[in-house]
């Protein structure tokens, strides 16, 4: 990292062009002559410093991206990417209502990026602002409307606004636009048990399961075939090796930041404290009990 900063500081030094005329007639006459850089060549070292800054986010030092990015924006303030990039470092350091201020500047400069809706509503999620969230996602999907991850996140506020049917019509249009979205599928799953579909759920969780290693269809799967007094053994195995790779699910607070539902985090604790002999939380980081 020490090199990364000086290098960037000469190349911002670079924009400063200096020539020094001194005039023959005199040998006390001494005048610097600046020539200031053009608008291009403001736009081209914005774009450096922006690079550079996507690299010190990469290496977790967001609050150094943020000093160079606004830096870079003062260079040249009308470069959507630059927000964007500053947004999601003030994200890591945990200013989200700086980013969500950021994103704003992004959509005045590209409103037609759809993305940036949904980067925009993926901060209002965090906050648990879905209604704003869902209108800024409506946004989206009317620039794009086949963005699997628009119908995703979607399905997720409508959960978060209790509307379950709803949330199951949404998750179904992304994963149909794109087969391989797990999340989309295994969130299906989730909001199917709350439903009472539990034959449903279970296929939705094999089916993200078969896509994707992640511990969270194997626990839920896990806790949906224990709650129907079925296969305790595999249950059993299924929720210690969804754990061992994410311990923070036994936790209740957690599975509600993942949008479980209330029968489904119920359930859950049946199946840890049947099986509280067998299952073990094997990774470092988890301590106490709530």
């Known amino acids: 990292m020490k090199k990364i900063i000086p290098t960037i500081y000469k190349f911002i030094l670079c924009l400063i062009l ?8 005199s040998s006390y006459a001494f005048f610097p002559k600046i020539n200031e850089p053009n608008q291009k060549e403001l736009e081209s070292t914005s ?8 690299q010190l986010i990469q290496f977790g030092q967001a609050n150094e991206a943020i000093k160079l990015l606004e830096l870079a924006i003062k260079l040249n303030p009308k470069e959507a990417s630059l927000w964007i990039t500053l947004a999601e470092a003030q994200v890591r350091s945990d200013k989200k209502n700086e980013a969500l201020l950021s994103l704003s500047e992004a959509i005045q400069l590209k409103p037609k990026e759809e993305s940036i809706y949904f980067s925009k509503a993926s901060i209002l999620i965090d906050l648990n602002e879905p209604q704003k969230a869902k209108d800024c996602i409506k946004k989206g999907l009317s620039i794009n409307k086949n963005s699997e991850r628009g119908y995703f996140q979607l399905g997720n506020t409508e959960i978060m606004l ?3 049917e709803q949330a199951l019509i949404e998750f179904k249009k992304s994963s149909k636009i794109n087969s391989n ?4 599928i295994n969130n299906e799953g989730l909001v199917l048990y709350e439903l009472n ?17 992640d511990a969270e269809p194997k626990l839920a799967l896990a806790v949906v075939l224990f709650s129907s007094n079925t296969k305790f053994i595999e249950a059993i195995n299924l929720a210690k090796n969804a754990l061992k790779s ?3 699910y036994i936790w209740k607070d957690y599975q509600s930041k993942q949008l479980w539902g209330k029968k489904l985090q119920k359930s859950a604790q049946l199946l840890f404290k049947a099986g509280e002999k067998d299952i073990k939380i094997e990774a470092a980081g988890i301590a106490g009990s709530q």
């Open 18 to 25: 200096f020539e020094y005329l001194i005039q023959s007639n």
């Open 47 to 54: 774009i450096q410093i922006g690079r550079t800054a996507i």
């Open 162 to 164: 209790n509307n379950y």
């Open 181 to 184: 979205f797990w999340q989309s």
């Open 197 to 213: 579909n539990r034959k449903e759920a279970i296929s939705k969780f094999k089916s993200a399961i078969a896509i994707s290693n």
């Open 246 to 248: 994410n311990p923070q």
